[in-house]
């Protein structure tokens, strides 16, 4: 199993492919590819960040180039995970009728699109450019899960999708991702964005409060006991991080600990799940 470190701003279809069938990732199962990988996360509306309000311009851009489910650009990157038999949890922003959601894909070693989400509510800054998902994204009871950035500190929306967490610093970010691993004992690929100076460049926020320096990777493996598997890299380098995963690990975390089993209290506390999916209208 491995998470990709990699750059944000230099990544198009066209270059995560070649990556995809990269000689070091012919030896993985699974490949974990951080939130909105495919195209550079937005900041246009973030005046903190930016030496200006507004950029129209990169805004119309950021629409056209997210990745629209049915497009010729998804069919090559599942027919890559096909080719090099790897299967991929892929981050990325999705284009719908010009509405932008963060969205994750699992593609299976066959290159079929398995799971497919969206992150439940966008975060700050992200609702100016991000809708939010509906009932459908609420796929629990699952054996490989995706979450996006911050629905790893909402312990109700955490079990309903579980590898992309986020924070504000790098060590709360891990923090997130280690617990998710004890509380669901599952093990879980943190993936995380470098921020290269062409970002900075492209995006204006080199007078910015935040993402005004390169770096930021903090990308790791852990084990269903919060154990950290992998070896980091430094925080500016993008690169694979690898670990092979015994499944047995699992059932000796909830051997002692099953938060969803016999650690439960059903009869005190339960949720309610909406999972239907909503529509603008309805004709029924």
């Given at each position: ?6 750059g ?12 995809m069938?990269d000689p ?7 490949v974990a ?17 930016r ?9 119309t851009?950021?629409i056209k ?11 090559r990157?599942c ?13 990325f ?9 963060i969205?994750?894909a699992?593609?299976?070693?066959e ?11 966008a975060t ?11 009932g ?7 054996d490989l899960?995706?979450?996006?950035q911050e629905?790893s500190?909402?312990p109700i929306?955490?079990?309903?999708g ?5 924070s504000m610093?790098?060590d709360?970010?891990?923090t997130?991702s280690q617990?998710?691993a ?14 290269s100076?062409d970002?900075i460049d492209r995006?204006?926020?080199s007078?910015?409060l935040v993402m005004n320096?390169p770096g930021?990777?903090t990308?790791?493996?852990f ?9 980091d890299?430094?925080?500016?380098v ?7 995963l015994?499944?047995?690990?699992i059932?000796?975390?909830?051997s ?8 439960s209290?059903?009869?005190l ?7 239907i999916?909503r529509?603008?209208a309805?004709?029924?």
């Amino acid at each position: 199993m491995s998470p990709y470190q990699r750059g944000v701003c230099g990544w198009s279809t066209a270059g995560l492919i070649p990556r995809m069938l990269d000689p070091r990732v012919s030896i993985m199962d699974m490949v974990a590819i951080p939130s909105v990988l495919d195209h550079k996360f937005s900041l246009t509306m973030d005046t903190p960040s930016r030496t200006r309000s507004v950029d129209f311009g990169l805004s119309t851009t950021y629409i056209k180039n997210s990745l629209r489910i049915d497009s010729p650009e998804m069919g090559r990157i599942c027919a890559a995970a096909k080719e090099g038999n790897i299967s991929v949890v892929l981050g990325f922003s999705e284009n719908l009728n010009h509405s932008l959601y963060i969205s994750q894909a699992i593609i299976d070693h066959e290159g079929i699109i398995r799971v497919k989400r969206r992150k439940l509510k966008a975060t700050h800054m992200e609702r100016t450019v991000f809708d939010e998902a509906s009932g459908s994204s609420l796929t629990n009871v699952v054996d490989l899960a995706g979450i996006g950035q911050e629905e790893s500190s909402v312990p109700i929306w955490e079990y309903s999708g579980g590898p992309d967490l986020w924070s504000m610093s790098g060590d709360g970010s891990r923090t997130l991702s280690q617990a998710y691993a004890i509380e669901s004992q599952s093990f879980v690929l943190h993936t995380t964005a470098v921020l290269s100076q062409d970002g900075i460049d492209r995006m204006d926020t080199s007078n910015g409060l935040v993402m005004n320096a390169p770096g930021g990777g903090t990308s790791a493996i852990f084990g269903p006991d919060g154990r950290k598997l992998s070896e980091d890299l430094p925080d500016t380098v993008e690169g694979f991080l690898y670990a092979d995963l015994d499944l047995d690990d699992i059932l000796k975390s909830k051997s002692f600990l099953d938060v969803c089993g016999h650690y439960s209290r059903p009869d005190l506390l339960t949720i309610s799940v909406n999972d239907i999916e909503r529509v603008l209208a309805d004709s029924a």
